[in-house]
């Protein structure tokens, strides 16, 4: 299965994504946490990426879209992959039908999981990574309202797409996903 986990910030993406990691056998991508990994590093991308991510704004199509093409070419992505916060733009998702068309591997669902912004913003405020100020929040919400939710549009229309309604038990939410699925 090749899926895309394409919900908020703070939608429950990574919660989900290990799950269904776990269940599927196949590896969750996070362009989040790759970014986070390389920012910890000191890299250079991570140098590039850092003030980006701080202030809640998008790191550069080119950067995160190389990073996808690399991982994608792992051996352990043969199975399938759920990418958790990738595609987030058109040109992003442009480019990863391009790389999936390539190797003959199309996605197989994308899953937005949807939570109303107050509750986004509660569990963020109580998580507390560094990016999780009221004010960064609400530049992630506005960016992913901007630039990631004309996607449910393109995904829809190619018959990809499943809204998931994201509030409840975690456990719940797993199984309307797999539902979904
Ligand atoms: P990224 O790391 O992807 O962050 P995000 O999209 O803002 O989402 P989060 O990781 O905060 O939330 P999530 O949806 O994974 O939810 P989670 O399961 O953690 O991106 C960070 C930054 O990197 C971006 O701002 C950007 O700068 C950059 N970036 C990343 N990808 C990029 C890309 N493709 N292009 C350009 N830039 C990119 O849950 C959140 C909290 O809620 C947790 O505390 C969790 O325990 C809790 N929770 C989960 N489920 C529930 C539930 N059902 N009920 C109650 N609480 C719950
Ligand atoms: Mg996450």
Redesign the pocket.
């Known amino acids: 299965m090749r899926i895309v986990l394409l919900?908020?910030?703070?939608?429950?993406?990574?919660?989900?994504?290990q799950r269904l990691m776990q269940h599927l056998r196949i590896p969750q991508i996070?362009?989040?946490?790759l970014?986070?990994e390389a920012v910890a590093r000191e890299t250079e991308l991570g140098r590039r990426?850092q003030a980006?991510?701080h202030a809640?704004?998008?790191?550069?199509?080119e950067i995160?879209i190389e990073m996808i093409h690399q991982r994608l070419a792992q051996p352990d992505t043969t199975a399938g992959f759920i990418l958790?916060?990738?595609?987030?733009?058109r040109p992003?998702a442009a480019a990863l039908d391009v790389l999936l068309e390539k190797i003959r591997q199309p996605l197989d669902k994308v899953v937005n999981?949807d939570v109303p912004d107050a509750e986004i913003i509660s569990?963020?405020l109580?998580?507390g990574?560094v990016?999780?100020t009221e004010a960064t929040i609400r530049k992630?919400l506005e960016?992913?309202a901007q630039q990631t939710r004309p996607l449910l549009d393109y995904y829809r229309a190619e018959g990809k797409l499943a809204i998931v309604p994201?509030?409840?038990?975690?456990n719940e939410?797993f199984d309307r996903i797999i539902a979904a699925l």
Not at 7 to 17: E, I, L, N, V
């Open positions: 919900g908020a910030p703070g939608s429950g993406k990574g919660t989900q994504g996070s362009t989040g946490d970014l986070r990426a980006d991510m809640g704004r998008l790191v550069a199509d995160v958790d916060g990738f595609p987030r733009t992003q999981l569990r963020l109580a998580r990574r990016d999780d992630r960016v992913y994201g509030v409840g038990l975690v939410i």
